[in-house]
């Protein structure tokens, strides 16, 4: 194996005060939008440039390439990159082995100064970071803004709670001993992140892993290549040693399954779909030749997340988180609203406030800030319309339903709302992943929240009422990791809203919250016995 060193130059950082969530941009104000657009002109002139594996510190090439598109105007590249391919695979986890036989043995305070350096370049250069972002996945200005955010929220909760970590005690001290308990790294770990927050949870995952002393291999989705690679950029300015962070661009199907499946391979972090999380966790159960311990899976996949309205309810509120839950980033988030479950009541005039309100939305490019900017990709916006025509069998279409044409041939969707869905139907039922919302009409708040757990998922929700009774029934039975009363059912805030969900949702892994790096560390109990 390779010699691994740490850089000598490593200032030491002490988390600033308590953790306090990262302040969003106010893009109306004039001063924001300026810095925005320069950005955006700046980022512009660095669009189609090539990006090299990073193995063990050294930079490779392949012969075969990924291109990153802009989704909104497909043939723009966003950038070229390497495409890793199962070869690479014995590469990456030796050097990622070195690495942490280093990396492991740092000093927790090491390890934490590294990711307050980067979450302080982060937000140094935090409208670059959104440009990017708005480039490669078509976030509009503020969710590019959140997605930012939520990076440095990552980074700077994660560091704070590796010192708490490494500060932990038994509950009791037993007569006659010193008693200690010690969370220590895993190993090598596979960090496999999504295209729809590819900034934030590409970036939590890795640094929750490194902060507790693993290594990874990172395997960013083909579709946001870009921002990883920008990221890996940042932890090496800041000093990370080479070997720590390995970044692997490449297919799934060849160097996916390679990394999961290798003997060395000690955890895999993934955030997705449900299909490829179950296969990851199946690939991973199985024992290979040499494997001597159980590999651990953190998975965060789907969700057909519902927001149920009551009769009582507060229906300016209501519409507005339904709306914004149900079409922020075009739908495109496993926390997004795709079913309105509404009481009978007042189910005519929440769809008509409803058709009003999404009649407002706008639809462009986001470098111009629309509402909505581009669904990610040309077979996204497929899957999409082929749901939305089940749909219109299924129920009424109230709105939308179409693809926008662009002269960039853009991939673009109209914002959709399809009426009186029953509860399961295909489109009450199956993920879609994008702006199509179904709205169910229901006769009480229990049959309400019989719908709201009537899918296999269980990721978000909401409820609007002031009726406390069924607010603390939903407390207790709607089965879901996180629960919102009387606000929208997306935007989780990091420390505030540890964030996973139930049954097929994943593995409730609870990123952003305090037993999130538990998961990639292990307890080791030590007992001193000391001389009397």
Known sequence: ????????????????????????????????SRKMQSALELISGQLGQEYDLIIGGHRLKTESKIRSLNPARPAQVVGVFQKAGAEHAEQAMQAALAAFEVWSRTTVETRVSLLLAAAEVIRERKFEFCAWLTYEVGKNWAEADADVAETIDFLEFYAREALRLAKSETPIQYPGERNQLLYIPLGVGAVISPWNFPFAIMAGMTAAAIVAGNTVVLKPSSDSPTIAAKFV???????????????????????????????????????????????IHERAARTQSGQIWIKRTILEMGGKDSILVCKDADLDAAVEGVVASAFGFSGQKCSACSRAIVEAPIYDVFVERVRERVAQLTVGDPTTNPNMGPVVNKAALETMLGYIDTGKKEGRLLVGGHAVESAEGGFFLEPTVIVDVAPDAVIAQEEIFGPVLAVIKVESFKEGLDVANNTEYGLTGAVYTHDREALDTARREYHVGNLYFNRKCTGAMVGAHPFGGFNMSGTDSKAGGPDYLLLFTQAKSVAERLDR
């Open 1 to 32: 194996m390779a010699t691994v060193t740490l850089p000598t130059a490593i200032q030491l950082r002490s988390p600033k005060g308590a953790f306090v969530n990262e302040p969003f941009v106010d893009f109306k104000a004039s001063e924001n």
């Open 233 to 279: 950029e940042v932890l090496e300015e800041v000093g990370l040693p080479g070997g720590v962070v390995n970044f692997c661009p490449g297919s799934g199907a060849t160097f996916g399954n390679a990394i999961v499946e290798h003997p060395k391979t000690r955890f895999i972090a993934f955030t997705g779909s449900k299909s490829v999380g179950l296969e």
